[in-house]
């Protein structure tokens, strides 16, 4: 099986903008903001097909019901759904303050939702973007709750100014928000289990406040957690041509690493189904088995089968260079 592309679904958002349609190379649907691209995806909400090949229009939950072993590989077993959702972001304005269950909280809650780890990395930032994440060290659910009764509830978080290349893993139960103007890639678990806690006293897109849920969120805050820190990625030894590799995540739901292209790589994760997501630049993808070849730009996202077999990345000529997100899950 080739490495396959999908359509992206496009996701109004009431803090989102306009940014998405030119960094994806591809026109949102309408007028107004859009926060979140779905570029892959087998959650309820909207279930990802292929954009292109023999494959052409199949959703992403028939292939995974139906090309198991060539999606996953005969080594690995594969989970009863697609694990992963995967988003690019436009926070232009904040998003709600927010915390998603873990598992168990969202079996109790949302049934029929799994929990909600995320990690956002970061593309660019604009010098009044801020991300919140998690609750500052010693906040108790009573100072919480008396902070979100007086409308200053943004008190109580750690926050920071993100900076391009940073990686965020907000594990559930994290409090957090983002926006002032901040592009990002989002890698999560295949769920859209979301409790706000406070929505800055907006009204929502009819004119009126967008629902709280103060009791769910409050039942899933992690209250241990503490302030979260951008990652200190692990470098990836032994890559060729002056490649450059850190492993950002390894989390129990997902592993990402990160790649600088500047010569020619073979994937790193032979009989494995990975993921790629390119941040800059370009790159070529290509099987010498198959006869495989397609650029990538910044935007765009393929899956790469595990029976695909040795596939290779080369930066283009006109770029020279490429930033890549490569996605497992383990």
């Not at 659910?141 to 990686?167: N, Y």
């Not at 292209?261 to 088995?289: H, K, N, Q």
């Amino acid at each position: 099986m080739d490495p396959l592309v999908f359509d992206p679904y496009f996701r109004p958002q009431i803090w989102g903008g306009r940014r998405l349609e030119p960094y994806l190379g591809k026109p949102l649907p309408a007028e107004g903001p859009f926060g979140e691209a779905w570029v892959l995806s087998a959650q309820s909400l909207h279930v990802s097909r292929v954009a292109e090949g023999p494959l052409q229009g199949v959703p992403l939950t028939e292939l995974w019901a139906s090309y198991a072993d060539e999606l996953v590989g005969r080594l690995h077993a594969a989970p009863p759904q697609f694990p992963l959702l995967l988003k690019f972001l436009d926070c232009r304005e904040l998003l709600s303050i927010q915390v998603h269950p873990d598992d168990r909280i969202a079996g109790q809650l949302c049934p029929g939702e799994l929990g909600k780890t995320e990690a956002w990395v970061v593309i660019e930032a604009e010098p009044d973007a801020r991300i919140y994440a998690g609750l500052r060290r010693g906040t108790t659910q009573s100072d919480l709750e008396r902070h979100l009764d007086a409308g200053t509830l943004a008190e109580c978080l750690h926050s920071f100014v993100p900076e391009k290349g940073q990686c965020i893993l907000l594990r559930a139960g994290t409090v957090h928000a983002a926006g002032g103007g901040v592009l990002m890639a989002e890698v999560q678990q295949s769920s859209d289990a979301t409790f706000r806690l406070f929505d800055w006293n907006r009204p929502g897109p009819e004119g009126k406040p967008r629902a709280l849920h103060r009791q769910e969120a409050l039942a899933s805050i992690d209250w241990s957690a503490g302030p979260v820190r951008p990652v200190a990625g692990s470098p990836i030894s032994g890559l060729p041509g002056g490649n450059r590799g850190e492993r950002l995540v390894a989390c129990p739901y997902f592993w990402i690493d990160r790649f600088r292209l500047a010569a020619p790589l073979d994937l790193p994760y032979p009989e494995r189904l990975s993921i790629w997501m390119v941040l800059e630049g370009a790159a070529e993808l290509s099987s010498a088995a198959s006869g495989y070849r397609r650029r990538f730009s910044a935007g765009e996202t393929v899956l790469a089968p595990a029976s695909t077999g040795s596939l290779h990345w080369a930066p283009t000529a006109e770029h020279g260079a490429a930033t890549l997100l490569g996605v497992l899950a383990p």
